[in-house]
């Protein structure tokens, strides 16, 4: 009969609901407590500096400022007695940055990332330019890799030609796995500067040093990733970089 | 029925009438006069081996030397593709409404009308839909189109 | 234990307070007066705790069958949200459009809360927990239930919006439709009690459990079904909440309300819904009959809860009807079934067959 | 006295809960009773082809993710295609598994949140939910893939722009099994409610003419009963190499179009399971052809056009051998739904309208631009 089959189908969709009333919410509440994010997440953009002179990596090449799609970063430098490029100003407007990462992407000297870090509101749209000083304090606990040391381990020029890119495939360096852990584990760890008031810390597990993973998609991780997903390779690969988290989280 | 027995078949229908180009890359590119469309178009649609029901696109170009109308027909049973271009000189932006051979010419064909200043002619109900009921500011995609608050990215 | 369930008793209460007003010297019209207004203003008092709890635990019902948390800021899982949000609404700006209808606008809200709280002079809360017995208590509450129905015409002419017209129509058309069915249902039971008063019903339901109207089988279940679904029509409860339909006229009648005055509307619908739960447990469930062990407004309030919840179930399972499906429905088979049924019982009445 | 009734014109949107953006309808209506209906657009122009024009081709991509939000991926697919056909450009093998891969996920997404707003707008709020619940394990899929978890800008002109991250395939492949799990809630809750039959079935119909006339595509059209999918009929990317079916549906109402989503999530399932076994055979780990990033190919034009999850995304690229493209032409599904709109709403009433604009499945910005 067609009215107890509709009663009975009610009857479903009601104990449908019914079974989800006694399970557990799936949600977080957010500003206490955070879902993890990714390591590749693209966040603010930040400004990366020396891990050892602690200043900024940029060479004011320009790269990001011609990748930019929006043309939210303006990037200003003069030239010193040698002509050597000297970064005066790096603006960065957030009102118009689309969070694509092409400027990390273009960028041969680490100077710049997107950080896991997405907290950045504040009252006035003025607030929201960023120059270079604002850029670099907010990017001081931004772990990353050093593209910069490939290029001087190879026999180059100490500091190539910022003016023209070279396609990326000139970048890659021979490097096997050995090398790039050692290079991770030499890492140091970045320095926990006072947090910004507006860039609440990340939380500990999130300090990842950089593995091959957190470097944009070109050409020089293809070469190190292992190819076959499964295989026992990878997950020591992987097991590696946890244990490495760990250390770093429990320090 | 491949792309190349395509190309063969559409030229030997309309013989000179089409010009085939060959700066189409992928599927068929042909070329056809402004006058001659509707017709090219109906006997695309009706032909029983191509049968071009179905429209998939349509719109307008600025080369800077002068207006292109690019139709992209698709058949839906014979799964065919083929690209149509009709070339129309800056002083003569007009061309004719292919609303009756395939009605989802219609928005298609406003919006031609309202960002290139294309006249189609033969168009029901030629009004603004995406720029503002009351914008004067000319045709925005044209290339030489400028506004006092059109910000161009800058060259770097 | 009896005498715990006993010593919780609100009750006596009542007749202290009524010794006590007498104690003062009044005169007769007087004393009854003062008597119910304080006795009303108390369940005033109450109703607006209960609306506003209901609004908290609505919400967490909805949150949790959706897998989220709801309200957690405010105390233990956000018990005094809803609080908050009143004391908000309370102060926000009270939008006036420019071309509404005056006295119509301004009233309608008040027409509304008030109408959603006359309910509750006949209801029997627990054993003597009653404001006015009257002797046509469900007739009353029919009746009062009814004035729902102007104010949200009101609402919907008075704030001269399309969108709150249309909600005011719908909700005119839909409530005085479902009115019947609801009626009837009623009358079921009634027919056994052959008394319109509530208290009245609900002693007719004493003794064991069997004896509520819900377990008469065949006619009380189908009785309690019709009732229920009628019931949450005049609620305006998904899946009848076609005047406000929010993904169809925005929110409908209310749509030009805001501050107080929406809070108004929105603090009548849930006490409409308890209303139903209300009547249902009265009618049907034994009203606060119940076990020894706890006393009887506790049985009342914890079977309505129940009730509510089931209401709530509903909401936030079920797509919503469409107007003209609603209106078949209701006359095409709500009314069909509801006579039949009650054609039934009388006949069980007469032959007897009842207990 | 004879009674005077008048039709009256009421406003539907932009600002409407129930128009998915900013539409807006301009509706007749006799009582509640649809007479007329005439979309109208535009409230979300941001002239994305005008936009593309101005920027180098690796830059038109975060812009084309702009286009279709929900399915940014198809979007960036469909950009990189269209380069691809006019640099002929070859795409790795490992790549294009990606992104057969990402797109699939992406649809899947796009289908649950379509779950969602349809029983949304037909009064079932819990659904809405549920279907983001299982959209947000794909959509961790994306942000541990390539970063960000609505404009991925992931598909590149030649390739991807990341190599998926070791412990992907597994979590993919218990999202699949999760999702395929959940059909059940999903179905259980509004496929036979007799209230959700009531409301849909022979709701705004359209006939399998109109909607080729009309240039409707996809899940529409297919629920119109017209088997045509690009996957299959002009396959791109690797999709001739999956073993997969193209549900049709035969009424083409308003339940048809609902209940033609979710077979295409059981499909979709399919594939991106048989990609992820097909991943694993790849010996090959480039995942990007060899491209400058002055890319500037060869003078030409080429229209590209995938299927999406609102219907075929086409792309028309104009070259002049620069390193800007001259012209882009986007053509998404929901402009040509939309435009089909007046078709399915003889005589319905304002409910009906609401359910039919949902299982349209229009999103604005696409229709704009």
């Known amino acids: ?251 | 029925m491949t792309r190349d027995e395509l190309k063969d078949a559409i030229s030997n229908k309309f013989k000179d009438r089409v010009t085939h180009l060959e700066a189409g890359k992928y599927d068929p590119l042909f070329e056809v006069k402004a006058d001659d469309l509707v017709d090219i178009c109906q006997q695309l649609k009706d032909d029983p081996e191509l049968s071009f029901d179905y429209l998939a696109n349509l719109g307008g170009v600025d080369t800077t030397e002068h207006f292109e109308v690019v139709y992209n027909l698709a058949s839906v049973h014979k799964k065919l593709r083929v690209d149509l271009k009709v070339i129309l000189p800056y002083d003569q932006a007009e061309i004719d409404s292919v609303i009756e051979i395939w009605p989802a010419a219609n928005w298609y064909e406003r919006e031609m009308w309202e960002l290139y200043g294309i006249n189609v002619r033969n168009h029901p109900n030629l009004s603004r839909f995406l720029l503002p009921d009351d914008w004067d500011q000319g045709f925005p995609m044209r290339k030489d189109w400028d506004a006092p608050d059109f910000i161009r990215m800058p060259e770097r | 234990m009896n005498g715990f369930s006993e010593f919780l008793e609100l009750h006596p209460l009542f007749s202290w307070l009524y010794e006590l007003l007498k104690s003062t010297g009044l005169q007769d019209p007087w004393l009854r007066v003062t008597h119910y207004s304080i006795l009303g203003s108390m369940m005033f008092g109450v109703l607006s705790l209960i609306a506003l709890f209901l609004v908290w635990w609505e919400r967490k019902i909805a949150a949790h069958i959706q897998q989220r948390f709801g309200p957690m800021r405010h105390g233990w899982h956000g018990w005094y949200q809803t609080i908050m949000d009143a004391i908000k609404l309370l102060q926000k700006e009270d939008v006036k459009i420019a071309l509404r209808d005056k006295p119509v606008f301004f009233w309608a809200p008040i027409v509304c809360f008030v109408a959603a709280f006359c309910v509750y002079v006949v209801m029997p809360f627990g054993e003597g927990l009653i404001v006015a017995d009257l002797n046509i208590g469900i007739l009353y509450v029919l009746a009062i239930t009814t004035w729902t129905v102007i104010s949200l015409l009101m609402a919907g002419w008075g704030s001269n919006n399309k969108y709150a017209l249309l909600g005011g129509m719908r909700s005119a058309a839909q409530i005085v439709s479902y009115e019947v069915p609801m009626a009837v249902s009623i009358l079921t039971p009634i027919l056994f009690v052959g008394s319109l008063s509530m208290n009245d019903i609900v002693l007719s339901q004493t003794g064991p459990i069997y004896n509520w109207f819900v377990f008469r089988l065949p006619f009380g279940p189908i009785a309690f079904l019709t009732f229920i679904i009628a019931g949450t029509a005049e609620a305006n409860r998904t899946p009848f909440d076609i005047p406000e339909a929010e993904q169809e006229l925005v929110s409908g009648y209310n749509v030009e309300y805001s501050g107080m005055k929406f809070a108004m509307f929105f603090l009548a619908e849930f006490v409409n819904m308890f209303t139903i739960a209300a009547v249902a447990v009265t009618v049907f469930f034994g009203g606060w009959n119940g076990f020894q062990f706890l006393p009887s407004w506790l049985w009342f309030l914890g079977k309505t809860l129940l009730i509510v919840l089931l209401l709530m179930l509903f909401r936030w399972t079920y797509p919503r009807l469409r107007v003209d499906q609603l209106m078949m429905f209701a006359w095409k088979f709500l009314v069909p079934v509801t006579f039949v049924n009650l054609i039934i019982a009388g006949l069980f009445k007469h032959l007897g067959w009842y207990w | 006295m004879a009674l005077r009734t008048e039709e009256f014109v009421v406003n539907m949107g932009p600002h409407h809960p129930s128009t998915h953006g900013v539409c807006r309808l301009v509706l007749t209506l006799d009582g509640e009773r649809v007479k007329k209906v005439e979309p109208v657009i535009g409230y979300l122009h941001r002239s994305i082809e005008k936009i593309c024009e101005n920027r180098t081709y690796p830059q038109c991509i975060p812009m084309f993710d702009r286009i279709e939000y929900v399915t940014s991926m198809s979007c960036n697919q469909v950009f990189a295609m269209a380069a691809e056909r006019l640099a002929e450009i070859e795409v790795p093998e490992r790549a294009e598994y990606l992104r057969v891969i990402m797109l699939e996920l992406n649809r899947i997404a796009s289908h649950l949140l379509f779950y969602g707003v349809t029983a949304m707008d037909i009064g079932a709020y819990t659904p809405f939910l549920y279907g983001l619940r299982e959209r947000e394990l794909i959509i961790d899929l994306f942000e541990m893939t390539c970063g960000q978890r609505l404009t991925y800008n992931y598909i590149r002109i030649g390739g991807v722009s990341h190599d998926i991250p070791p412990e992907f395939v597994p979590k993919c492949r218990e999202a699949m099994r999760i999702i395929g799990q959940k059909m059940a809630d999903y179905e259980g809750l509004l496929n036979e409610n007799p209230i959700w039959l009531a409301r849909t079935k022979d709701i705004g119909i359209l006939r399998a003419e109109d909607a080729i006339a009309w240039g409707v595509s996809g899940p529409v059209l297919r629920a119109s009963g017209v088997k045509h999918d690009l996957r299959k009929d002009d396959p791109y990317s690797i999709y001739d190499r999956f073993d997969f079916e193209i549900p049709v549906q035969k009424n083409g109402d308003t339940f048809d179009r609902y209940i033609q989503r979710l077979d295409e999530i059981r499909e979709s399932i399919k594939i991106v399971n048989q990609a992820l076994n097909g991943l694993e055979g790849v010996e090959d780990d480039k995942i990007k052809a060899k491209v400058s990033p002055n890319f500037k190919p060869p003078a030409g034009e080429a229209y590209a056009r995938i299927e999406n999850s609102r219907g075929e995304l086409g792309t028309y690229l104009i070259s002049d051998g620069t390193k800007k493209p001259l012209r882009v032409k986007t053509r998404g599904g929901s402009y040509n739904q939309l435009q089909a709109l007046p078709l399915m709403c003889h005589d319905v009433l304002v409910a009906d309208l609401v359910a039919i604009f949902a299982t349209l499945d229009v999103i604005m910005p696409e229709v704009d631009r």
């Open chain 1, 1 to 251: 009969m067609g009215v107890i089959k509709d009663l009975k189908n009610l009857i479903a969709g009601l104990g449908i609901t019914g079974k989800h009333l006694g399970t557990h919410a799936i949600t977080v509440q957010y500003p206490e407590q955070r879902d993890k994010i990714p390591e590749r997440s693209r966040g603010i953009v930040v400004l990366l500096s020396d891990k050892e002179t602690g200043e900024l990596n940029c060479t004011a090449c320009q790269l990001c400022m011609r990748a930019c799609p929006t043309g939210a970063i303006v990037v200003e430098f003069e030239r010193d007695e040698n002509k050597r490029k000297v970064l005066t100003n790096f603006t960065l407007d957030n009102t118009i940055c689309c969070f694509c990462g092409l400027c990390e992407e273009s960028c041969n000297f680490s100077a710049l990332k997107l950080a896991q870090k997405y907290e950045f509101s504040t009252i006035g749209k003025e607030e929201l330019v960023w120059d270079m000083h604002k850029l670099q304090e907010v990017g001081r606990d931004v772990p990353y890799e050093d593209k910069r040391k490939k290029k001087k381990a190879a026999p180059k020029k100490p500091t190539p030609k910022p003016t023209e890119k070279k396609p990326e495939e000139e970048k890659k360096p021979q490097q096997t796995k050995e090398e790039v852990e050692a290079q991770a584990e030499k890492k140091a760890k970045p320095v926990d500067k006072p947090v910004d008031k507006m860039e609440p810390k990340p939380e500990p597990e999130k300090e990842k040093p950089a593995t091959e993973d957190n470097q944009p998609g070109e050409k020089p991780k293809a070469g190190e990733e292992p190819t076959e997903q499964t295989g026992g390779k990878t997950e020591q690969a992987g097991d590696d970089s946890k244990d490495d988290t760990k250390k770093e989280g429990s320090d």
